[in-house]
């Protein structure tokens, strides 16, 4: 599904046939986890196609890259003309771009000296799909911000999030909802999580979750709406039959809950924040304007 018989892919400065690609196996980053990327998409506008908020993603990969001291000697302007020349290349109009920076052959514990950079781009629709999602809170947590730098987007911690989402597969969900090493609700496996109550939206604040960008424009759109968001921990039992709830991300957009541990949410899904945000974002990705508003 990720690539067709005719897809071209960039690699260290070319542009090759998706077979001519060669990964090594003694990678640091096959074995150790050790890598960086992103996940952006791009939607067809009235302008043509525009890659949603590029130049945050790609700010975003550049400062995990040099969190994690891994080398990608690119700028932002750069990797921006490569993704719509990927997009041009492959004759995509609405395309999910995975941008990874991946090591070299290392298997010391400590970051090889040289990386690589693979941009790809295919056809994908939503992430967790457009039913409302049958969510449990996880046995597993999110990782102690002590022990790595969770605000990066690394390779290596998205076997977190594989072992939380297994878990709520094989337990009859749709999907998991993750806490910090305190207790506290942060996000789901791969999206960023907000609640409902009373007419105001609660959402976890940094330090123990990823900052999505999906996240930053919606607590913007909210803004611009006048609803109230609060940044700030709360439990589990706090968003149990809270009024409801929905995930953000690139790759999912939003999506609402229909429960949470098999505790129904209280209002009808088309009456509530989470719904109307959901139009809102949709309207944005498909505007002329999305591509130049920049999120702080």
Known sequence: M????????FHNGEWLHVSEIKADLYSQTMHYGLG???GMRAYKTPLGT???????????????????????????????????ELLNKNNLKNAYIRPLAYMDANMALRSASSANLFICAWEWGPLLGEKLLKVMSSSFQRPNPRSLHVEAKVSGHYVNSILAANEAK???YDEALLTD?????????GANFFFEKDGVLYTAPRGHILPGITRATIME???????????????TEDVEGA?????TGTAAEVIGFESLNGIKFKKPWDT????????????LVLSAEAHIIDVV
């Open 2 to 9: 990720y690539f067709t018989d005719h897809t071209t892919v």
């Open 36 to 38: 960086a990327f992103e």
């Open 50 to 84: 525009q890659i949603f908020r590029a130049n945050e993603h790609y700010r975003r990969l550049l400062a995990s890259c040099e969190m994690m001291g891994i080398k990608c000697d690119y700028s932002v302007e750069d990797l921006v003309a490569y993704s719509y």
């Open 170 to 172: 094989a337990n009859g």
């Open 181 to 189: 090493m305190n207790g506290n609700v942060a996000q789901g496996p």
């Open 221 to 235: 759109l909210a803004r611009d709406l006048d609803i109230r968001v609060r940044e700030e921990f709360f439990k």
């Open 243 to 247: 009024d409801a709830a929905f995930f």
């Open 272 to 283: 509530t924040h989470g719904y109307t945000l959901r139009h809102a974002y949709k309207s």
